[in-house]
């Protein structure tokens, strides 16, 4: 007999190598250069994330886990009783940890993430702490298509999207991402989100400029997991990074920028930087509660309910699926 029970389930979907690298490609022949920033998120990434998450200046993470805590049982009157959830961007267990324990007889959990071990980790602790509920693992990019484990239970399909991750999506994506959100809950579906809000300037800089350089280590991580997994050779010495608040769009940017004038090859392909030139490697857009919630509209859900902390810095919205 184990303490820890089995995952019900795990499914392997995560992008190969091919992928990440014609996408790292077509990244950086674009003019200006990009990269996609769901590859931060390899194993170094994703504990350099987790530090950042406990940064001082780095608000989001308690502004939401407290927000979820004041709100749970009120989203889960809303969600209702043997509901499945499933959760984008599993960071960790706490925040799913909270919904679920405040959920009259949840049916199942299934977490969604492309980072397996991180997934692995949370789903073993989600077994152990809930061992009445199935719990699947599905190892996959969630901003496409991915097959979800057969789900049985009365209840609703709820999406659970905690973190803010939605403003990493400008505002086309986001509809397309949202209104698959709600093609996954399907009819009389729902989806608790977090979503950060527009704040003054100083206290949104601060967040992506800590003063331990550790938002800068995972942005220059991203370069690391290139050279690794698709045999590049940057110089990580060679770029330093670069996050500012863009007002005229509403969202932070986050860029590598060349120190030098240099080369790196990749794929065969030579990559040419000139002194200056940046990487554009994330975004994350701020909106107000309003705006978000004519998005999620146009996503085809209808808003029910919003909530912000006393300070407003953060909010959570549960959305249902809109009727035909």
């Given amino acids: ?3 820890t029970p089995a995952v019900v389930s795990f499914t392997d979907t995560h992008p190969d190598r091919e992928t990440f690298l014609g996408e790292a490609l077509a990244g950086l022949c674009a003019m200006p250069k990009t990269l996609p920033s769901k590859y931060f998120y390899d194993e170094p990434g994703c504990q350099l994330f987790r530090r950042i998450c406990e940064l001082p200046e780095y608000y989001v993470t308690r502004a939401e886990t407290a927000l979820l805590g004041d709100i749970a049982a009120q989203a889960a009157e809303m969600i209702g009783t043997s509901a499945s959830i499933i959760e984008y961007g599993i960071g960790s267990s706490e925040k799913a940890g909270i919904l679920l324990a405040a959920l009259d007889r949840p049916a199942a959990f299934v977490g969604v993430d492309i980072a397996g071990g991180a997934l692995s980790a949370v789903a073993e602790t989600m077994a152990r702490d809930f061992p009445d509920l199935a719990v699947h693992a599905v190892c996959a990019d969630f901003t496409q298509p991915f097959q979800l484990p057969a789900l049985a239970g009365p209840g609703r399909r709820v999406v ?3 973190g803010s991750s939605l ?3 400008d ?3 986001a509809v397309a991402f949202l209104a698959n ?5 399907g009819p009389n579906g729902g989806m608790l989100i977090g979503i950060d809000l527009k704040k003054d300037v100083a206290i949104l800089n601060a967040a992506y400029n ?6 800068a280590a995972f942005n220059l991580n991203l370069l690391r997991h290139l050279n690794r997994e698709c045999g590049a050779a940057f110089d990580l010495d060679a770029f330093r990074h670069h996050a500012f608040y863009n007002d005229d769009l509403g969202r932070i940017e986050m860029h590598l920028v060349s120190l030098r004038e240099q080369t790196v090859y990749l794929g065969g392909q ?4 000139a002194e200056g030139e940046t990487i554009h490697t994330e975004n994350s857009y701020k909106y107000s509660i309003p705006e978000f919630q004519d998005l999620a509209r146009r996503a085809g859900w209808e808003p029910l309910r919003a909530w912000s902390d006393a300070e407003n810095l953060f909010s959570l919205h549960y959305l249902s699926v809109a009727a035909e």
């Fill in 1 to 3: 007999m184990t303490d």
């Fill in 160 to 162: 659970f999207f905690p």
């Fill in 167 to 169: 403003g990493n999506f």
């Fill in 171 to 173: 505002h086309e994506q």
């Fill in 181 to 185: 959100a709600a093609r996954v809950a």
């Fill in 210 to 215: 800590d003063a331990q350089d550790v938002t």
């Fill in 270 to 273: 030579a990559i040419v930087f």
